[in-house]
């Protein structure tokens, strides 16, 4: 049983998917990845996830990160089942899907949950850092479909507040104002944040989105 945490290394491993033999590690490079599982092959909620990822390529891409499906059917069902997806979802998947026949990815990673289901994964999102760190972990159970706008939000978030001393508020999108860290002082504040700040309490300290790095 995996025992993954928030900001631990994310277990790198070989594995067999649909665009043949793929190391996470070198698959993600320096940029930044999302690893996502599914219950199974053909079935109606998977089918419109991996769809909606599909369609989300280009926003995968602004945000230079690598998609990467795993499910413990083998190849061959995965590329039988593409052709549906692709059908089905007016789309065209073209990012890898893992055939975890073996469960050692799963494993790895704890997407199986015995109390829900002993053999199949549920729906595990884990979101990997540059550094190869895991900067986020959600787990969805199989009749939830997960709403990929918002790990787009996530990636946003985690992606500023990587390289920006900022927190990212409730319901917060990429543009709204930030907080600024509880570590920085209100001198450091005026140069780190030229746009100006405003104190509606001493802990809570509002900044216009920063510009990017
Ligand atoms: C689905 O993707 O629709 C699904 C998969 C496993 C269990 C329940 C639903």
Redesign the pocket.
């Known amino acids: 049983m995996s025992d993954l945490k928030l900001g631990d290394k994310a277990p790198n491993f070989d594995a067999e998917t649909t665009k043949g033999t793929i190391n996470l590690y070198d698959y993600l490079g320096d940029g930044w990845g999302i690893l996502f599982s599914?219950?199974?092959d053909y079935?109606?909620?998977?089918?419109t996830e991996l769809g909606t990822v599909a369609k989300y390529k280009d926003e995968f891409k602004k945000r230079n990160t690598k998609v990467l499906a795993l499910s413990v059917d083998g190849v061959a069902s995965h590329k039988g089942w593409i052709d549906d997806i692709n059908e089905t979802q007016n789309t065209k998947v073209d990012y890898p899907i893992i055939a975890d026949e073996d469960k050692k990815v799963s494993e790895l990673y704890g997407m199986i949950h015995p109390n829900a289901d002993n053999t199949?994964t549920v729906r595990s999102v884990y979101i990997i850092g540059p550094d190869k760190t895991i900067k986020l972990m959600i787990t969805y159970p199989?009749?939830t479909g997960r709403n990929f706008d918002e790990l787009l939000r996530v990636i946003d978030s985690l992606q500023l507040t990587a390289y920006q001393k900022v927190a990212t508020p409730a319901n917060w999108k990429k543009g709204d104002d930030v907080v600024i860290s509880p570590s920085v002082s209100n001198e450091d504040a005026k140069k780190l944040f030229p746009k100006g700040f405003r104190e509606v309490k001493p802990y809570l300290r509002m900044t216009p989105h920063p510009d990017s790095k």
Not at 43 to 47: D, F, I
């Open positions: 599914h219950p199974s079935t109606p909620v998977c089918t199949l199989a009749s």
